[in-house]
């Protein structure tokens, strides 16, 4: 594990310098709309994006079928390259660098949770960004999930980003 630089002010110890954004997305639209959010932050911080998305695994009883694996794998790749594809329209859109923050982009089979905190430690990141439904009543249930459980489970900042009100204006299917 690399040691934490930290910001100095007067000689007292600040926060730790962002220089590593794991940029968990689930592929919804809240998760575009997060990836704004750690894009932003990394431009500030000249700090990099490491990109994941993890796919549960495929249940014990299903793994002999073949087709199921091939399939699992030609989505990986497709999920993969669609990353891609987003961070060049956001470029593109915002008219600010994006493809060039990106230090890496992993799809992966696993329980999410998991996934987002071995990433985490093991690619060193310095914070967490990902999206959440969260809404009203419905909110403890979705934040429950995956949001709850790495917020509960990791000592590193997460930035949990909710929907965006309507009034927001943020049209994804420009972006």
């Known amino acids: ?6 910001c100095q002010r007067g000689g ?21 709309y997060a990836f704004l959010y750690a894009l932003d932050m990394a431009r500030r911080n000249d700090a990099r994006i490491f990109i994941l998305h993890a796919i549960e695994p495929i249940p014990r009883h299903l793994l002999g079928l073949q087709y199921q ?10 999920i993969k390259n669609g990353l891609q594809n987003f961070c060049k329209k956001v470029e593109a859109e915002e008219r600010a660098p994006c493809v060039g923050l990106i230090s890496k982009i992993v799809v992966k089979i696993g329980h999410p949770v998991e996934e987002i905190l071995n990433a985490a430690d093991g690619e060193s990141c310095d914070v967490i960004v990902l999206g959440t439904h969260g809404k009203g009543f419905l909110e403890n249930t979705f934040l429950g999930s995956v949001s709850k459980g790495v917020l509960h489970r990791t000592r590193k900042p997460v930035f949990i980003i909710p929907l965006p009100s309507e009034e927001a204006g943020i049209d994804f299917d420009a972006i």
């Open 12 to 32: 007292r110890k600040m926060i730790p310098e962002i220089k590593k954004i794991l940029y968990a997305t689930d592929l919804s639209q809240n998760s575009s």
């Open 69 to 78: 694996l091939k399939r699992r794998d030609d989505e990986m790749e497709s």
């Open 1 to 6: 594990m690399r040691p934490r630089k930290t």
